[in-house]
């Protein structure tokens, strides 16, 4: 903790009151001052959380849905027109074009990158939040449906469950419930029971551990001054993602109109 000398000095009355204390006095004082001020910091932060009733509160002082996705929604001022996506569009111009700046996925993959994760965990990282750029609900299942034609299989369960997963702490892999989960969801949120009935199948399951080290690696990619970038990403890319040669939205795949949403996201209809 950071002690600030003058508030602790004027709490004891200024400096003449402290000249005249001996030393086993200062020492308590200052205990009991660390303790006062440790108290005071932990009801600030626990105040800092929303309620789920505040949350729920809030919905009608909008004039969107929080669920839509961040290209839906200006976070200030109105939209911006859209570069228009090449032809035969790649997964890197989606990156580039649709997805930018991307810093948190690109972040958690270059900590997974770091680490020395599986490869279909490094694209799980890279992709694994990409879709809240069209829907934020059920990010975890939207989003695997989104890259399921195009990527390995454990990459897409990865993908699927690391939304459930970020509500479970698992101190053995180093996760801990996120203070920014309290901010969204509200501090007294309990998950549904879908959500907790996935959490039950996937304590079970063989492939656990790949959701799990999304949510790892997603806890610690906030960093506002960490560069990244793609590059260190393409040889994976080009080994794990079956880029379509007709373009992502032109290739009839099962999620190929989410890909043509995201591309022209201001079609009326
Ligand atoms: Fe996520
Ligand atoms: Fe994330």
Known sequence: MEINRRAFIASLGGTAAVSLMDSEAKADALEHWMEEQL???VAANQAKFPTVAEIEAQIETRNYR???GSLFVSGRGNVKKLTPMPKN????NFFELRFAPANHVLQSATRALKTGMSEEVILACLL???VLNLIKPDHGWWGAQLF???IPEKSTFAIRYHQTLRFY???DAGYEYPDQYFRIFGEDYKPPQHIEATYKMLRNHKWYMEPRLVTVNDLYAFDPNAKVSIDPFRDIIGRHFKQPKEG???DNSPSA???RTLANPDQPL
């Open 128 to 130: 694994h939040d990409c």
């Open 39 to 41: 108290d005071e910091q």
């Open 257 to 259: 109109h989410m890909w």
């Open 169 to 171: 702490p698992d101190a």
């Open 248 to 250: 992502l939205g032109n």
């Open 89 to 92: 569009p790649t997964l890197e």
């Open 148 to 150: 399921e034609p195009y």
């Open 66 to 68: 929080r669920g839509a």
